[in-house]
C-alpha cells in the first residue's frame, strides 16, 4: 500500500500540531483576556485577601506564595457566549481558603494555572529561554543549551484568544512552563521539546522508501543531526503520534546500517513491503494502476487479462508485476471483488424502478447510486453473476459508468 506524505500538507500539519499543543495546556494570565474558564490560579507573593472586592478597604489575611488556589467565582459574570467572541478580563477572583471563599485581586503576583511540584531530570533538544515567572510578559534573562534539566515544578493553563469580536481567531497561551535549577536559581522556561515525553508506540512491518529522506537520531527536526538517505527498504519499529485527527503527524522509527533513526517521509511510501520473485496468477481480469491503491472507483479501461505475470515485489495486497503495458500494480483481491470468477454474458432486459440501488462492483458494500436516481425503465444487461448465496447480479451501461443491480 502506497503512503503520500507532501512538504505542504506536513507544514500544516505541524502547524496544526502546535494548535492542538496548545489546548492542551494552560497559559498564565495577569489580567488579561480569556475565553476559556479557568478553575486555578497561583499566587507566587503574599497577596492579601478580603471579604468583598466590592469593598477592599483592608485585607483580613495574606495567602503565602507560591500557592495555587482553587476559583469559586469572578467580580464578572461568567458567560461562554460572551467569553467566546469578547474579552473576558476579571479583576477580582473568589478562591477557597482556610477562611471560607475569599477575594484577592488580578495582580502581577498571580497566573493563570496550577503549580504542579515535583523533581524530575529532563533532556531539552533546542536551547530554551529563561524567565523569573510563568509569564511571556516577563523578560527573558538568560538562555540554556540542550542538556539535561532539573526540573522542579510545572506549570499549564489552556487559554484561546481573540481579539476581537470580529476578527480571526488567533491562539495564545497552549503554554507548558517548567521551573528548572540554574545557575541563577530556580528559573522558568516555556515549551521545551523534552526528550523524555517522546511515547513510543510499538509497530512492526518492512516500508518502502521510494525517494531520498532526511533522518534524526530523536523524533526532532534539529538540522545538525539530520542525515540524508538513500530509497530503500527500512524495517519500521515504532512511532510517536503527534496532533490529532485528518491532521495528525507521524514519526516513523527505523531501522537502517549506521542505527535506528527517525523520519517523516516527504515522498511516496511502499508499507508491509517485501521483494518477491515469483509468478502471480491472476484468476479473473484485474484492472492495473501504475501506483498500488490509486483508482479503485474510477472507471479504469485498464484491465489485465486472467493468467500467469512475473511479480517482482509486494507492498500489502498489492502486487508490482511485469505486463505488456509495463510494470504495473495490481491487486488480486480487489480484482476478485471487481470481476469475481463466473461471471458470464447475456443479453438481458431488466428493469430499473425509483427503488433500485445499483452498485459499483458486485457487492452491496459499495454503493452507485442510491434509490430513486434512476426513473422507472427498462436497460439491457451484458453480463451476470450468480453468488454463492444464490442472487443474480447483472451489470449495464449506467449514466456515466457501468453498474451492477441485484436480483431486479
Aim: zero cysteines; charged letters at 20%.
Amino acid at each position: 500500500m502506497m503512503i503520500r506524505f507532501r512538504p505542504f500538507m506536513l507544514l500544516i500539519t505541524v502547524l496544526f500540531g502546535l494548535i492542538v499543543t496548545m489546548f492542551l495546556y494552560e497559559v498564565p494570565i495577569v489580567s488579561a483576556e480569556i475565553n476559556i474558564k479557568p478553575e486555578q490560579i497561583t499566587v507566587f507573593e503574599d497577596t492579601p485577601l478580603y471579604n468583598d472586592y466590592r469593598k477592599p478597604t483592608k485585607p483580613i489575611a495574606s495567602v503565602a506564595g507560591p500557592q495555587t488556589l482553587t476559583i469559586k467565582g469572578f467580580d464578572l459574570v461568567w458567560d461562554w457566549e460572551v467569553a467566546h467572541f469578547e474579552s473576558f478580563i476579571p479583576e477580582w477572583y473568589l478562591v477557597e481558603t482556610w477562611l471560607g471563599d475569599k477575594w484577592v485581586k488580578a495582580t502581577d503576583r498571580i497566573v493563570n494555572g496550577a503549580l504542579i511540584k515535583g523533581k524530575r531530570v529532563v533532556t531539552s533538544v533546542f536551547t530554551v529561554d529563561l524567565y523569573d515567572r510563568p509569564d511571556r510578559s516577563y523578560l527573558i534573562i538568560g538562555k540554556v543549551a540542550p542538556q539535561k534539566l532539573n526540573v522542579t515544578a510545572s506549570l499549564r493553563t489552556p487559554v484561546l484568544h481573540f481579539d476581537s469580536a470580529m476578527s480571526v481567531a488567533t491562539f495564545s497561551g497552549g503554554d507548558r512552563w517548567y521551573r528548572i535549577t540554574t545557575w541563577l536559581g530556580e528559573k522558568w522556561i516555556v515549551n521545551p521539546a523534552i526528550l523524555e515525553d517522546v511515547v513510543v508506540e510499538p509497530v512492526s512491518y518492512m516500508m518502502k522508501l521510494t525517494g531520498q529522506e532526511i533522518v534524526y537520531p530523536n523524533p526532532f527536526v534539529v538540522e545538525e543531526t539530520s542525515e540524508l538517505i538513500e530509497p530503500q527498504a527500512v524495517s519500521v519499529i515504532g512511532q510517536w503520534k503527534i496532533g490529532l485527527g485528518p491532521y495528525e503527524q507521524i514519526w516513523l522509527k527505523i531501522k537502517l546500517p549506521q542505527g535506528e533513526r527517525w523520519v517523516i517521509p516527504q515522498q511516496p511510501t511502499l508499507i508491509n513491503y517485501k521483494e518477491v520473485n515469483e509468478q502471480l496468477q491472476l484468476v479473473t481480469k484485474a484492472r492495473y494502476f501504475e501506483e498500488p491503491t490509486i483508482g479503485w472507483y474510477t472507471d479504469s479501461k485498464n484491465w489485465l487479462d486472467a493468467g500467469s505475470y512475473y511479480a517482482f515485489e509486494v507492498s500489502g495486497e498489492w502486487f508490482h508485476i511485469e505486463t505488456p503495458y509495463g510494470k504495473q500494480w495490481v491487486s488480486p483481491t480487489r480484482a476478485l471483488i471487481e470481476r469475481p470468477v463466473g461471471i458470464v454474458s447475456t443479453n438481458e432486459v431488466i428493469s430499473l424502478t425509483k427503488e433500485t440501488i445499483t452498485y459499483q462492483t458486485p457487492s452491496i458494500a459499495e454503493v452507485a447510486h442510491n434509490g430513486g436516481y434512476y426513473a422507472p425503465q427498462k436497460v439491457t444487461a451484458y453480463e451476470k453473476w450468480t453468488s454463492d448465496g444464490g442472487e443474480i447480479w447483472y451489470h449495464f451501461h449506467g449514466y456515466g459508468l457501468d453498474e451492477w443491480v441485484v436480483n431486479p
